[in-house]
């Protein structure tokens, strides 16, 4: 009777561990994230005018993962997500012009620990594309004499840290940040005059939110 009641304890035992010999990131495996993405530009210029350098301001937009593993511990990602509006200014003259940009970013990663391990650091080096539209300058722009605004797209490398932790099965929650190098070029024209202006955006990119492994 007792040796019954210990087979079913082990049993039982095994039953419950079973899950969780399956619960991380393995190869073959692919999942999507979804959460909160903040981009944080660490912004400068040229000098506009005599005015200092160009600021830009932070978004949250919905971020978005994609993510393939090819063995255990290396994986590959892309990044996506809504598109980002940006207010950019001077100093002395506060918001001249909004902006849209999206960022979209492929990245090569390594995840730390086995495939058992229910949380999984990783960290990633890729490449981010940024593409800027919608560029415009608001009234008090208009005001000072500027028009044809335009903004370059970017190509630059990215890097990457994070951490994934197992809930279950399928769901996961995730926390990581982004390192994005993005140097464009500003266009416009301030009372009929071209200006060219080199502008290091550079954001961190800090995104929260869970994952669902398909």
Known sequence: MKL???????ALALALALPQL??????????????????????????????????ATNDTQLGLTFTYMATDNIGVELLAATPFRHKVGLGPTGTLATVRQLPPTL???????????????????GINYTTFYDADF????????????????SWGVAGQVGLD??????WM????????????EVKFKAAGEQQN??????????????????
């Open 107 to 125: 990245m090569a990663q390594y995840y730390f620990f086995d495939s058992k391990s229910k949380a999984r650091p990783y960290v990633g080096v």
């Open 22 to 55: 399956a619960m991380a990131h393995e190869a073959g495996d692919f999942f999507m994230r979804a959460g909160s993405a903040t981009v944080r530009p660490t912004e400068g210029s040229d000098n506009v005018l005599g005015m200092g350098e160009f600021s």
């Open 138 to 153: 608001n009234q008090t722009g208009r005001d000072a004499g500027l028009t044809d605004l335009s903004v370059k797209d």
């Open 4 to 10: 019954a009641k210990c087979a079913m304890l082990l």
């Open 197 to 214: 202006i080199n502008m290091r955006i550079d954001p961190w990119v800090f995104f929260f939110g869970a994952g669902y492994r398909f």
């Open 165 to 170: 932790y197992q809930i279950n099965r399928d």
């Open 173 to 184: 929650l995730n926390a990581s940040v982004w390192y994005m190098d993005i140097d464009t």
